[in-house]
């Protein structure tokens, strides 16, 4: 009998040494033709940043990315029809947020992980959940999109004690999902402004390439395991202080900062102390810096204008603070961290201040990131369900040498 010869690997181990690269920096892991990242802009599927965030809403962006074209005036009719339509959760989901209420109230438990486990719950009863048909892929998707904004409100309102808002429909119908978010949460329908800067900050958040979370989707989807395992795993990998969970740290920072100098210290060199101490104990400020872009990430300045713009006109926050002072500090530390370290804000930074100045409790920033980065989440994993190859990569070896038991 002959023994076929081994079979070389397509890559060689002194050719992966070559290009290895901690934390995968600057290697390219797969192919997609949801998004395109440069140094020079952020487009998805072709449609530039600046463009999507000035004329479309995130209905729109939504279709886009997961139906993959601008939608026509009756799709995007009958998308946001469905949207309604899914919005209302199953009794076990709605069951289980209220069950967590002392959990949430003790700090046990953290809105992004029980919205981790709602998606798990969904998982087990949606109809499509073991198909990674292309077609149920895209029903689970409109399902998910539908429905964690509704997991988001109804957890609000078990941490506020209140009676749950849109039990049976999922909010309000003759809103949008930017308003009906907020309206969920606090039971009173936002201004059309307000509404709007959330929009477009879902816009923002809604896709980035082969981020984190959006990289662990894949490799989940890629061993083809299901949709709401590989969007539970995109949660946990956002929840992340390196990741999504910067925009809630960011403002938790500038809390510290306005706790520490005073008010009256905006625009004095207090500020200027705190952060050189900062950078001496070598500390990562949030809401800064980013793998990809190093001269400035395209989402920040758009949501930092529209966040300031609400602001400035509203010199009472719900939580009755003048909310330009929060815009007026975090300018200061912008300056201070492009002039000392040459670091850019990224759109973490802006989120922070601009939710916090609209009242929107810190905890729910990630959660409502996820509301929206869902979208992208899915789309790569019906992208990859659609094309696979398990990722599977290498690792260098820094171990013993190899020896006897
Ligand atoms: N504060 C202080 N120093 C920083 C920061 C920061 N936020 N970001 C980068 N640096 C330093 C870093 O320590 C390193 O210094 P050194 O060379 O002395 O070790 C240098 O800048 C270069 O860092 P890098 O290689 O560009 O960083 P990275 O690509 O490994 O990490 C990052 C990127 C986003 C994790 C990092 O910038 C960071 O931790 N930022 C704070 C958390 C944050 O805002 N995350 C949100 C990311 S973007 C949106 C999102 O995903 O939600």
């Keep these: 009998m002959t023994t076929a010869a081994a079979k070389a690997p397509a890559v060689t181990k002194e050719q992966a040494e070559a290009i290895y690269s ?116 895209l029903r689970k998707s409109k399902r998910l999109l539908a429905k964690i904004p509704t997991m988001i409100g109804h957890m609000q309102n078990v941490i506020d004690g209140k009676a749950i808002i849109g039990r049976e429909r999922g909010g309000d119908e003759s809103l949008d999902m930017a308003a009906n978010l907020l309206y969920m949460m606090t039971g009173s329908k936002p201004a059309k402004e307000y509404a709007r800067v959330v929009d477009v900050s879902l816009i923002l958040y809604a896709e980035h390439d082969f981020n984190a979370s959006t990289f662990t989707s894949r490799c989940i989807a890629g061993t083809l395991s299901d949709m709401h395992g590989a969007v539970a795993g995109g949660i946990a990998a956002l929840k992340g202080p390196l990741h999504g969970g910067a925009n809630e740290m960011a403002m938790e920072m500038l809390k510290e900062i306005m706790k520490d100098c005073g008010e009256g210290a905006i625009g004095t060199k207090a500020v200027d102390d705190w952060m050189q101490k900062a950078f001496d104990t070598k500390r990562k400020l949030m809401g800064f810096g980013h793998r990809v872009y190093k001269n400035g990430d395209h989402r920040a300045p758009i949501l930092h204008k529209l966040g300031k713009a609400v602001a400035e006109k509203d010199t009472k926050n719900p939580g009755g603070h003048a909310a330009i002072k929060w815009f007026l500090l975090g300018e200061q530390v912008q300056k201070i961290m492009l002039e000392k370290k040459n670091i850019h804000p990224n759109v973490d930074f802006p989120c922070g201040m601009t939710y916090f100045t609209m009242g929107i409790p810190v905890p729910q920033y990630t959660p409502i990131f996820v509301a929206s980065r869902v979208t992208g989440w899915c789309a790569h994993i019906m992208e990859q369900h659609a094309n696979n190859r398990i990722i599977r990569p290498l690792s260098k070896y820094t171990g013993e040498a190899p020896r006897k038991w």
């Design 22 to 137: 901690k934390g995968l920096e600057g290697i390219i892991a797969g192919e997609t033709a949801v998004c395109s990242i440069e140094q020079g802009g952020l487009w998805y599927r072709g449609y530039e940043i600046h463009d999507l965030a000035q004329n479309a809403t995130f209905e729109e962006v939504a279709f886009l990315l997961l139906e993959g074209h601008k939608p026509s005036s009756s799709e995007l009719a009958r998308f946001k029809a469905e949207l309604v339509s899914e919005r209302a959760l199953p009794g076990v989901v709605t069951n289980f947020i209220e069950s967590m209420g002392g959990n949430l109230a003790s700090g046990r438990a953290v809105p992004m992980d029980i919205l981790r486990s709602c998606v798990s719950i969904l998982g087990h009863v949606d109809p499509d959940s073991q198909s990674n048909e292309a077609a149920a892929g």
